[in-house]
């Protein structure tokens, strides 16, 4: 079964840092982009970061609201992608989501949208 | 970044009804464009992708249509299961944007 589960969500004081981590099961992880989406109490989506594959060389792309803060990283081999959150503001309270990317080839030409959603996990930055 | 506004916000329709949803840009962005629907404390699922691909398992009442600026999202005849909010994504550049949503809404 194709899976994504987020973890690390939780209780942070602004400033702070987080880590969170999407374990991903039951597709060839290292062939698509991975993507975080997060989505603000009773708010619409924001996209938040991508990491491409390994054609790409896993590079990254980041929203100016996150930028410079943020940090996704994976490892293939795991199957995992992480997302280190840094200087942590209110306004980063949000269920963040992992998604894959569904391109029409590997080396992704085409980019097709997010086909695999994780449940999502909540971070609340509050003092 | 480019701008993707959805239009209505929000819309209450009856089963069996032909609902529209529009997204607009404010700029070209070829045929980058996907839906998305959500529910109540789940995740978003894919629709429809390049503005007019239905997604594997996505029932054929849902279509999407449109180029350059302006997309249509359509569902054909209205089910239960389809009351949620639904989102247009715009993936030509950097960074992605989604549309503010549109919430149906049973009448």
């Known amino acids: 079964e194709v899976q994504l589960v987020e973890s690390g969500g939780g209780l942070v004081q602004p400033g702070g840092s987080l880590r969170l981590s999407c374990a991903a099961s039951?597709?060839?992880?290292?062939?698509?982009?991975m993507d975080w989406v997060r989505q603000a109490p009773g708010k619409g989506l924001e996209w938040v970061g991508r990491?491409?594959?390994?054609?790409?060389?896993?590079?990254?792309e980041y929203a100016a609201s996150v930028k410079g803060r943020f940090t996704i990283s994976r490892d293939d081999s795991k199957n995992l992608v992480d997302l280190q959150m840094n200087s942590l503001k209110t306004e980063d309270t949000a269920v963040y989501y992992c998604a894959r990317g569904y391109c029409s080839s590997t080396s992704c030409p085409d980019f097709y949208g997010m086909d695999v959603w994780g449940q999502g996990t909540t971070v609340t930055v509050s003092s | 970044a480019i701008q993707m506004t959805q239009s209505p916000s929000s819309l209450s329709a009856s089963v069996g009804d032909r609902v529209t949803i529009t997204c607009r840009a404010s700029?070209?962005?070829?045929?980058?464009l996907g839906w998305y629907q959500q529910k109540p404390g789940k995740a978003p699922k894919l629709l429809i992708y390049a503005v007019s691909s239905l997604q594997n398992g996505v029932p054929s009442r849902f279509s999407g249509s449109g180029s350059g600026t302006d997309f249509t999202l359509t569902i054909s005849s209205l089910q239960p299961e389809d009351f949620a909010t639904y989102y247009c994504l715009q993936d030509y550049n950097y960074p992605q944007t989604f549309g503010q949503g549109t919430k149906v809404e049973i009448k």
């Open positions: 039951g597709f060839t992880f290292s062939d698509h982009y």
């Open positions: 700029q070209g962005i070829r045929n980058d």
């Open positions: 990491s491409r594959n390994k054609v790409h060389s896993h590079t990254t």
